[in-house]
């Protein structure tokens, strides 16, 4: 019994041995395997050292920033306050946010925004009108409007990265929104809300302009760019004395810098449709016949005045409409109506009537540098346009209108370029010259004489 048990247990011993050779091979494969693990971590662990350096020193490095704007969006939004304060106008709103996201411009272009500006509770001055009503004041429903804008431009991660510029009025009407992608473009050098004439004064338009110049006054290439909503003619007096006052002031605005050289753009709901072309009527035969013997009759934005008016602000500023420089003779508009009842007294009864009265007008030296201009429906047939749709029109009676102009940083980096070439070839014929008397020619009129 005892040899057989004492057999047993040498087996038992011997198959515990084993069984801890395996345990210590094991052990060893585990403690290489986890050495192995650690080498792996710290190999690891440097090799992301070296990635967060990496990005580290790629963050640190300043992203260059054009000086000027090359792509460009306006659109009459027919109320950015109610949009955003109306529960019922969610989707407008989304769909005008989803717009502008995709559009991705360099400077965008909103108008009637409706804000109210400082200074709505009193004040005789319209500049205490121009920005959105601050904390400090005492109408409690102004106060949450413009704090409403805010709030919606802060919490867009797209659109936090736009320098806003605003020129709001003392109602719940009109006001202009100028949007400037600072990620990508200089912030303008100046921004003034009003016209200033030759005589350096001002011309105040509350909530209908804001002037943006990239590059500063001694820029040769500086650019200005004008964003306008250009007040409605009306059909009465009081209307088309105001309109006609408008039209002067930006007369003379773009005179004054075309006459200084500078390029500029002027961009908005400008509310005239420049020829026969850019509107939609049923009844425009008819309409026309009375504009022969009435100038001031008509659908305003298309009566004989004001289009005389714009025809002879483009003539003396030598500027473009940019629409018709890309797309000649199409037919496109970019505001609709479903029917306009009544034109000048009498009923038309006009079924989907459109104009075009969204508008981008360039400088003369910047003709040449227009590579698009294209409105927001130009890829639907007009019977789709027509139905206002809602991821084109945002709820509002306007769609938008696109500008693309070429690099201009590119392109005056490459003039500059060539300027420095020229003098290098003008300075290398001096020095042969007065290295060589017999290889110079004459210097003047007398010298030839």
């Known amino acids: ?33 986890i050495i192995d693990c650690a080498r792996m971590k710290r190999f690891l662990h440097v090799e992301k050292e070296e990635e967060d350096n990496t990005e580290t020193i790629t963050t640190k490095k300043a992203k260059v920033k054009r000086k000027y704007p090359s792509t460009f969006l306006t659109v009459n939004v027919n109320g950015l306050l109610s949009k955003i304060n109306s529960s019922d106008k969610w989707k407008e709103k989304q769909a005008l946010l989803t717009y502008l996201r995709s559009a991705n411009a360099d400077v965008i272009s909103i108008t009637e925004t409706w804000i109210p500006g400082n200074g709505s509770s009193g004040g005789s001055s319209s500049k205490k009108y121009t920005q959105p009503y601050s904390n400090d004041g005492t109408n409690k429903s102004y106060r949450e409007s413009a704090n409403g804008i805010e709030s919606l431009l802060n919490s867009n991660g797209f659109l936090r990265k736009y320098a806003r510029y605003y020129n709001c009025f003392h109602q719940k009407s009109a006001g202009v929104l100028t949007l400037v992608n600072a990620d990508e473009v200089e912030k303008p050098s100046r921004v003034s809300l009003c016209f200033t004439n030759e005589e350096g004064g001002e011309e105040e338009w509350p909530g209908r302009v804001i002037e943006c110049q990239f590059g500063d006054d001694e820029d040769a290439n500086r650019l200005v760019v004008l964003s306008t909503y250009s007040p409605n003619n009306g059909s009465g007096a009081e209307s088309r004395e ?15 810098l075309r006459k200084e050289g500078v390029h500029f753009i002027w961009n908005g709901d400008l509310n005239v449709a420049p020829c026969e072309i850019d509107v939609k009527f049923d009844d425009i035969k008819a309409m026309e016949n009375k504009k022969a013997s009435d100038p001031d009759y008509g659908v305003a934005g298309f009566t004989r005045n004001e289009q005389r008016r714009f025809r002879k602000i483009l003539e003396a500023s030598e500027a473009s409409d940019a629409y018709r420089v890309v797309n000649g003779e199409r037919r496109s508009y970019t505001w609709r109506a479903y029917t306009v009842n009544k034109v000048g007294g009498k009923v038309f009864n006009t079924v989907n009537p459109g104009m075009r009265l969204g508008l981008m007008v360039v400088s003369k030296n910047l003709k040449s540098k227009i590579q698009r201009c294209y409105h927001a429906t130009d890829d639907l047939p007009d019977t789709e346009a027509m139905k206002m749709p809602m991821e084109k029109f945002f709820g509002s009676d306007h769609c938008a209108v696109h500008l693309e102009l070429k690099n201009m940083d590119k392109d005056n980096n490459n ?23 017999s290889d110079r020619g004459p210097r003047s009129i007398e010298a030839i004489e």
């Open 415 to 437: 003039n500059s370029e060539e300027n420095e070439e020229n003098k290098k070839e003008t300075n290398a014929t001096k020095e042969k010259d007065a290295s060589d008397p």
């Open 1 to 33: 019994m005892p040899s057989n048990r004492r057999g047993k247990v040498d087996a038992s011993e011997h198959h515990d041995g084993e069984r801890n050779d395996e345990s210590k091979r094991h052990f060893k494969r585990v403690n290489i395997i």
């Open 242 to 256: 105001r309109r006609r006052s408008w039209d002067d002031s930006v007369l003379k605005r773009l005179t004054q």
